[in-house]
């Protein structure tokens, strides 16, 4: 019952909205039919009344009088059939017909409501009077009311004269041809909705009861598939349970395991800050007998006139500088790397920092023959950090470059802009670094390894390490292609 209601419904729709779209192509396309043929026979009448107006005008000009021109075309127009097309002549003025092919008419009043004249020039309903009494051309449809009709009209006026050519066309025979027609085509439209809508029910219901078919066996499956998936959901659950106590299980050994870790974290960072502290205490307690040893040495250097005596001396005054260098570096390195002091980064000119570090080491300068040139680029002057600190990176570096450097040897020192640093370079044309060194890099001078380095040669370049960490910088260590060891600083340009 349910599917004989569903094809009905479904024929009705087709058939309803069949009708309805037929109804409005056939009415759109009669009122385009009817719009084409209202302007061809406007654009005919126009051709016939501009001819006959100019052939007037011919005529008079001629000579011919009016009278016999108005008897001759009169006589011409004179039994043509009103219900198909014919001409007549208005004279403006009087508002009466001078010639109708029914020669009752002539002489007859046209300022009467029974004559209406849709103007298509200007979209208006007006009396033939009015229409006829222009100077100028005129064109619509003339409705009479006695008897009912309605004729296609182009009136154009004669030149030189007050008469208005007419040319008619019965629109009444055309209206009942295209009614004619729409009737027609909307039964033709009827009859072959109603065979769409027959056919289109037809395949419905075929198409229906195959895809009925294809959705019990769809039905079937997903029958199938649910119970599987209400087995699986099951097994779920079972897993589910097995995973909440592995998890409960896992989360208490994390906790323990976490625990553990936080014990050895504090512990090891007690050991670090013991190391630290055992690093600081030792080089501030080196440095008194220190500087006792190398104060009392150079008394002596300059007391003692034994010259074994005098170079023993020596050699105890340049270990006591040597180890107290070393102290004074350790002290920095573990400073830095437990961040014991709040830094305050001021702006520091490169060119006279690196003069005043060079002076201190004057002597070696002199010894040793040494040539030292650097070039400061102007937009590179300046750099941000902490004064302290910037000399005893110079300071480290230069002490290192001048060590290795040979008897006469060169060291130039540049400044330069990179995008977003400023790099200071120090090359020198000794032996370079080693394999090793440049293999490892700076892990070469790690804390750990300085039991390896007597001379406080690896501490030197990690504390210059530190301090460009600590002022978000960098260094890098490399070989010349020419021979000798380059050191690039990088500080963040600030400005």
């Known amino acids: 019952m349910k599917k004989n209601r569903l094809n009905i419904r479904t024929f009705l729709s087709i058939s309803i909205t069949m009708m309805v779209l037929g109804f409005i192509g056939v009415n759109y396309s009669v009122g385009k039919i009817r719009q084409q043929y209202l302007e061809i026979q406007l654009e005919s009448n126009h051709r016939t009344a501009q001819t006959i107006a100019k052939l007037f005008d011919e005529k008079l000009g001629s000579g011919i009088k009016k009278e016999e021109l108005i008897k001759s075309f009169q006589s011409a127009i004179e039994g043509s059939h009103s219900d198909e097309g014919y001409l007549c002549m208005f004279d403006q003025n009087d508002g009466v017909l001078l010639c109708h092919p029914d020669t009752s008419a002539i002489g007859m009043s046209i300022n009467s409501e029974k004559m209406k004249f849709l103007n298509l020039n200007g979209m208006h309903n007006e009396l033939l009077f009015d229409a006829v009494s222009t100077t100028k051309e005129e064109y619509g449809i003339l409705n009479f009311s006695e008897p009912a009709r309605s004729e296609i009209a182009y009136m154009v006026p004669v030149p030189g004269t007050t008469w208005k050519i007419s040319v008619h066309e019965n629109l009444d025979k055309a209206e009942k041809l295209l009614t004619q027609l729409r009737l027609v085509a909307f039964s033709g439209f009827i009859f072959l909705s109603l065979l769409i809508s027959l056919i289109a029910t037809w395949a419905v219901r075929k198409i229906s009861r195959m895809h009925e078919k294809e959705i019990e066996l769809k039905n079937r499956e997903l029958e199938q598939n649910n119970n599987k998936l209400i087995n699986l959901n099951h097994q779920i659950e079972n897993q589910h349970a097995i995973i909440s106590k592995h998890a409960e299980n896992l989360e208490y050994e994390v906790k323990k395991r976490t625990a553990e870790l936080e014990s050895i974290y504090s512990k090891l960072a007690d050991l670090e800050k013991s190391k630290s502290d055992f690093l600081a205490i030792i080089s501030h307690e080196l440095r008194t007998p220190l500087n006792g040893i190398i104060g009392f040495s150079n008394i002596l ?19 006591g500088d040597r180890l107290l260098k070393f102290s004074e570096t350790a002290l ?149 292609a020419d021979g000798g060891a380059l050191v690039t600083l990088k500080f963040q340009n600030l400005l």
């Open 332 to 480: 920095l390195v573990t400073q830095l790397k437990v961040q014991s002091n709040q830094m305050e980064f001021h702006p520091i000119p490169i060119r006279d920092t690196i003069l005043e570090v060079l002076k201190t080491f004057d002597e070696v300068v002199q010894d040793k023959h040494l040539k030292i040139i650097f070039e400061i680029q102007p937009e590179s002057e300046i750099l941000f950090g902490v004064v302290v600190l910037i000399k005893q990176c110079f300071r480290n570096i230069f002490e290192n470059a001048m060590r290795h450097a040979p008897e006469n040897g060169l060291i130039s020192i540049n400044s330069f802009q990179e995008t977003g640093h400023i790099c200071v370079t120090i090359h020198d044309n000794g032996k370079g670094f080693s394999d090793e060194a440049l293999l490892r890099q700076f892990d070469l001078f790690g804390a750990d390894d300085i039991s390896h380095h007597s001379e406080g040669y690896g501490l030197g370049l990690v504390a210059a390490r530190l301090i460009m960490l600590s002022h978000s910088g960098d260094i890098q260590i490399a070989n010349q």
């Open 301 to 319: 250097e300059q007391e003692l006139e034994n010259e074994d005596h005098l170079e023993f001396v020596t050699g105890i005054r340049i270990s």
